[in-house]
């Protein structure tokens, strides 16, 4: 039987309100789960909702409404007592491996922190503990007592993964952690991303705009696009079959080698919605070259389209109309 879901995330929602204009909608009516030891990617545009989703899923930010329940608790409705010890198991990698880290702390003050916070370990074991957390990472001993603005980006984000490693967290957001990185750089703290996993048992719901990174970490893929899922799906099958018009451009935007032949580019046209008061059909209707009239006014639903592979498009009821696979 299999273990159900460390993550259920329903029907959640983030406004946020703009003065005189109305509620911006970051986040709408999201529904998803992940299970232990998997790691489900985020992705989409800048803007769409992705980090949000991840705040509001720590309960960093609070909900609009709907669900979080992590390992059967509810942690919406959780006193803020309970919810500081539940925080010792939900922790988060941040985008930039700078502004992230206080650069008035050494590299030991910074990952002990958490410690001392959650009052876990006793002050005269901290500096053995902290060297042990900096020994998983990559992290030399000749490190303790630098700054961040002493080390390079990779070393930095080293110490962040550290941070959020420091209590033995099952479930991590890693939110765009090696966007800010070089691309050899970004190879080295996925495969530490990977291996840590492997050995800590970690949960991660990975949040990027960049598809490769995705390809090659992400068990399964949601697609979000303007505060909604409009794809979902393992991550091989929705490498090879995308089906909502918007995840098929995403990949066509990908770049590929020579010798696999040419890629053709769909660049798609028309601008973006506000998310303030967002139209009532489809968000996505003013840039798809398949757009319909019912998409202008009706919110398409979230269909089951293969054994585990969710689209929201009013095309998947128009059996033939529209098939797209890369």
Do not use: W
């Amino acid at each position: 039987m299999a273990a159900p879901p460390l993550l259920r995330v329903q029907g959640l929602k983030k406004y946020f309100d703009v003065p005189d204009k109305g509620k911006l909608h970051a986040v709408d009516d999201l529904t998803f789960h992940i299970c232990p030891g998997e790691t489900v990617g985020l992705v989409g545009e800048s803007g769409c909702g992705k980090s949000t989703t991840g705040r509001v899923v720590l309960r960093l930010i609070p909900p609009t409404s709907g669900t979080v329940v992590f390992d059967g608790i509810d942690v919406t409705r959780l006193p803020a007592e309970q919810m500081r010890v539940l925080r010792r198991q939900m922790q988060m990698i941040f985008q930039d491996p700078y502004s992230s880290l206080d650069p008035r702390k050494t590299v030991a003050q910074i990952i002990a922190e958490p410690l001392i916070v959650q009052d876990v370990v006793r002050r005269r074991e901290i500096r053995e503990k902290v060297l042990g957390l900096m020994g998983e990472t990559g992290l030399g001993e000749e490190l303790y007592d630098k700054f961040p603005h002493e080390l390079d980006g990779g070393r930095r984000q080293r110490v962040g993964i550290t941070r959020a490693l420091a209590l033995s967290p099952r479930f991590v957001v890693c939110d765009e952690p090696v966007s800010s990185l070089d691309v050899s750089i970004q190879a080295q703290i996925l495969n530490l991303m990977q291996d840590l996993q492997d050995r800590l048992s970690l949960t991660y719901l990975f949040i990027s705009h960049d598809l490769s990174v995705v390809r090659h970490i992400a068990d399964r893929v949601l697609v979000m696009y303007l505060g909604q899922i409009v794809e979902e799906a393992e991550s091989k099958e929705l490498f090879r079959s995308p089906q909502h018009p918007y995840t098929v451009a995403l990949l066509s935007a990908i770049p590929s080698p020579r010798h696999i032949g040419p890629r053709q580019r769909i660049v798609l046209r028309g601008d973006v919605p506000s998310p303030v008061n967002p139209p009532p059909g489809c968000r996505f209707e003013g840039r798809c070259p398949h757009a319909m009239n019912i998409c202008k006014t009706v919110n398409p639903p979230l269909i089951e389209v293969a054994p585990g592979h969710t689209v929201a498009c009013h095309l998947m009821t128009q059996p033939g109309l529209f098939t797209k696979s890369t």
